[in-house]
C-alpha cells in the first residue's frame, strides 16, 4: 500500500467517518495542532531521564490519539464512537497537578523557558496545547464538541507546566550532586562512595515502600560534603535540605541525630548547637558510618515522621553493616 493516495491533492481530506472537508477548516485545524504536540511530547519521552516524567508523558500521548479521534469524527461517527475523553481523563490530570502542587508549593508566576532542554520543550508543547485549545473553542462555537474534550485541553497545558518545573529541579538535584562529588574527588575509597552508596540508597528505598512513605535519602563524606542523594517520586520539596542537614549534622558530630535533643537541651554538652549553625538538625533521622572504628560518613534520611525516618534509617544501617 503506498504512503500517498492522491485523495487530498485538491485539497480536501477525509474526517474519521467519511466526510470529506478542506484542508484548512477550523476541525483540521484542531486535531492537525494535538498531532504537533503529540511529536513535541515524543521527543521529551525520548530525551527526559526523569523516570515519573517519561510514565506521564506516554500515557498523555495514548490519550491524544483518542482525543484526535473524537475531535477528527464526523457527526455520524460521533455516535459510535468506543473510546472518549472522559472525567476519569480529566481528575487524572488534576491527581499529577495536586500531587506536585503539594511539592513545590502554588505555582504562580511565569517561567523563562530553557533551564533543561526537556523543561523547554515541555514549555513548546504547553504552548501547542494553547493554540489548540483556541482552535476548540472556536470550533464549539460552530459544532458539537464534548465539554469534557474542552476540559482536558485546558487541564493538560497546566500539567505541562507543572512537569517543566518538575525536570527543572530534578535535574537540578542531579546535576549539584554530581558536581560535588566530582570536585571533592570522591571516586576512590575502595568504591565505597559508588558502588555502597548505591546499596544503601536501594535499603532506604525498600524500606520507605514499606512504609508506603517517599523519602529524600542524602550521603555524605566524613568532611560533610554531599557525595550521594536520591529523592524518590512524590517525597515533599522540605525533605531535600532537611536530608542533607541531617547526614552534614551525624557527619560533623559523630552521633545519630536522634541523640542531639538532650544533648542540645538546656544544661546538655551540646546546648545551643542548632541555634549557632541552622544546618543542624536536633530531631532524628541522621546517622554517621564507620568502618574500622573510624568515621567514613553519614546518611540523612527525610520525608516520613521522625519515627518513620528513623526506621528507615536503621535498615540502611543493618545493610551497612553486611558490606
Not at 518545573?165 to 571533592?184: H, L, N, T
Request: charged share 25%; net charge negative; hydrophobic share 40%.
Amino acid at each position: 500500500m503506498n504512503i500517498y493516495t492522491k485523495t487530498g491533492d485538491g485539497g480536501e481530506t477525509s474526517l474519521y467517518g467519511g466526510t470529506r472537508i478542506s484542508k484548512d477548516s477550523l476541525r483540521v485545524w484542531c486535531y492537525g495542532t494535538v498531532d504537533e504536540a503529540d511529536g513535541v511530547l515524543g521527543v521529551v519521552h525520548a530525551s527526559t531521564d526523569i523516570l515519573k516524567v517519561k510514565d506521564i508523558v506516554r500515557t498523555i500521548q495514548r490519550k491524544l490519539f483518542v482525543l484526535n479521534v473524537e475531535l477528527a469524527a464526523d457527526e455520524d461517527k460521533q455516535k459510535t464512537l468506543k473510546e472518549r475523553i472522559t472525567a476519569e481523563d480529566i481528575t487524572y490530570l488534576e491527581r499529577i497537578i495536586d500531587e506536585y502542587t503539594k511539592d513545590f508549593g502554588k505555582m504562580t508566576g511565569f517561567s523563562i523557558p530553557g533551564e533543561t532542554v526537556c523543561s523547554a520543550l515541555l514549555h513548546v508543547a504547553r504552548t501547542v496545547i494553547r493554540r489548540c485549545e483556541r482552535h476548540v473553542v472556536a470550533l464549539a462555537k460552530e459544532e458539537y464538541v464534548s465539554k469534557d474534550v474542552l476540559k482536558y485541553i485546558n487541564r493538560l497545558s497546566d500539567v505541562l507546566f507543572v512537569l517543566g518545573k518538575v525536570e527543572v529541579f530534578e535535574m537540578f538535584v542531579k546535576r549539584v550532586a554530581g558536581k560535588i562529588s566530582s570536585v571533592a574527588g570522591l571516586k576512590d575509597k575502595d568504591g565505597w562512595f559508588e558502588e555502597r552508596c548505591n546499596m544503601l540508597c536501594r535499603a532506604a528505598v525498600s524500606e520507605s515502600e514499606k512504609l508506603g512513605v517517599p523519602i529524600s535519602i542524602a550521603i555524605v563524606d566524613e568532611s560533610g560534603t554531599l557525595a550521594y542523594f536520591h529523592r524518590m517520586p512524590g517525597a515533599i520539596l522540605v525533605s531535600v535540605g532537611i536530608a542533607q542537614n541531617k547526614a552534614y549534622t551525624s557527619a560533623s558530630i559523630g552521633l545519630a541525630t536522634g541523640e542531639l535533643a538532650k544533648l542540645s537541651a538546656p544544661g546538655g554538652s551540646l546546648f545551643g548547637i542548632n541555634t549557632a549553625d541552622p544546618k543542624y538538625v536536633i530531631f532524628g533521622g541522621g546517622f554517621p558510618l564507620f568502618q574500622d572504628g573510624a568515621l567514613v560518613g553519614a546518611f540523612g534520611i527525610s520525608g516520613a515522621s521522625v519515627e518513620e525516618d528513623e526506621k528507615i534509617g536503621k535498615a540502611v544501617l543493618e545493610a551497612f553493616e553486611k558490606l
